[in-house]
């Protein structure tokens, strides 16, 4: 594989094609300085040589009883990741010493969960008021499931600033891949979340993936949903299987349909959209600035 050539075409913007995607993800460790120096150039041009630095830290993991089809961290996933209950706030908070360590401007917290406990909560709030006593320009970011209005509440008051919560597929395929999940719940529970910023800052966030049989109006409707439920910045990625166990890709969506989905989304009303093959929930998540004037109808 000449991957000088990739690189050239892809920065002449052309794409990869599957082949060489696979390529990549095989090569032998004696081509990794060759992969890594196209993939700079790529870098390069698009980035600079500016990085913004996130620390995700999974604060419980494995064992998630809502069992969603595509995901290794579901209850009936048979695989190496780890499974540990919620950890302590002692070691919440030295991960946030650790993200500041790294100069890193977010520290985003996910636990593997169906929606905090009462003990879980507690937990994450004593982790965040100490967080924010020590590092007060650190900004805490949470994915934690279902949250009452209440417990919205009580984590933005402890200090957390930004609630994500993906709805993950289209309405007619949340069944197959959230079975425990609703649809209409999940959107219940953004525009909660929303609520919980009475200034109109923008504090909710919420992603897709596609590739699992959606439908292109499908797609659009999720954005209405989610305009109507005042989420505002939004990820759309493509699906990729785990393992064979989880479920099948039905299609590899084109980038061109990925950009076609921004263009919809960004005109009618979001904010932010990060679309694309390799887009991920937190894709540039710092990117994500602060409602400067209110969306289109
Ligand atoms: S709720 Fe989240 S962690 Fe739990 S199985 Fe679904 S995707 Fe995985």
């Keep these: 594989m000449n991957w000088k050539l990739i690189s050239e075409r892809v920065l002449d913007g052309s794409t990869i094609t599957p082949a060489e995607a696979l390529a990549i993800l095989e090569s032998p460790d004696e081509v990794l300085l060759e992969v890594l120096q196209g993939a700079y150039r790529i870098r390069k041009k698009h980035f600079g040589n500016t990085v913004s630095l996130h620390l995700l ?11 969603c089809a595509f995901c290794s961290q579901s209850t009936s996933a048979i695989n190496d990741v780890e499974r540990y209950d919620m950890q302590t706030v002692e070691s919440i908070v030295e991960g946030a010493q650790a993200a500041v360590d790294r100069q890193a401007k977010r520290y985003c917290v996910v636990s593997s969960t169906r ?13 965040a008021i100490q967080i924010k006593q020590k590092h007060p320009g650190l900004e805490i970011c949470s994915s934690l499931g279902l949250l009452t209005e209440e417990k ?3 984590l933005k008051e402890a200090g957390v ?7 993950e597929t289209v309405e007619r395929l949340t069944p197959l891949v959230r079975s425990r999940a609703r649809y209409r719940r999940s959107l219940s529970v953004l525009g909660k979340a929303h609520a919980m910023v009475p200034d109109g800052r923008v504090s909710t966030k ?7 049989g959606e439908r292109e109006e499908e797609v659009v409707q999720v954005f209405d949903d989610l305009l109507a439920h005042q ?7 493509q699906y990729l299987r785990p393992t064979v166990k989880h479920l099948p890709v039905v299609e590899y969506v084109r980038p061109e349909k990925f950009e076609e989905f921004k263009r919809i989304a960004e005109e009618k009303g979001f904010r932010h959209v990060a679309s694309g093959p390799l887009v991920r929930s937190s ?3 710092a990117d994500f600035k602060p409602e400067s004037g209110r969306r289109k109808a």
């Design 57 to 67: 830290r999974n604060v419980k993991s494995g064992k998630c009883p809502e069992d």
């Design 283 to 285: 894709y540039r998540a």
């Design 152 to 154: 919205a509440r009580k």
């Design 161 to 167: 600033n930004r609630f994500n919560h993906n709805l």
């Design 115 to 127: 929606a905090p406990n009462p003990s879980e909560l507690e937990t994450i709030c004593e982790a």
């Design 231 to 237: 989420v505002t910045v939004l990820t759309m990625g």
């Design 206 to 212: 919420s992603g897709i993936m596609l590739g699992l």
